[in-house]
């Protein structure tokens, strides 16, 4: 049965990252730390790790249809890299309940900006 909701929270994610170009993690990440107790930490690394193929198939498709500026996303991607680097030697060095807190604050402030414009 847990497969059926891994493959289910995939399917949402998927579409929702897909559609509106938000980052599976925002789903990913509240879904497994609240649905499946996972802890924060280990949540993040899943969200990074599930992001990957989804990336790969909306990207494919995208490009398909010219719809990716390919030198943008090269740079873009090459400061995510590094972002990549030391945003997770902070995040696994941070105390699981403060690395929790600090990703609802920044989902508050997303949600506060949005509902703003």
Known sequence: M??????ILGLVAGLAAATL?????????????????FSQHV???TSLAVIFPTVIVATWLHA?????KWR??????GGGIVGGLAGSAIALS???ALLRRLFAV???VIAARLLSK
């Open 43 to 45: 949540a993040q690394g």
């Open 21 to 37: 170009g938000i980052g599976g993690g925002v789903i990913y990440v509240p879904a497994l730390a609240t649905f499946f107790a």
């Open 106 to 108: 920044l989902l508050i």
């Open 64 to 68: 398909k249809r010219d719809r990716v």
């Open 94 to 96: 941070l105390d699981p």
């Open 2 to 7: 847990e497969a059926v909701a891994f493959l």
């Open 72 to 77: 943008t996303a090269i740079l873009v991607g």
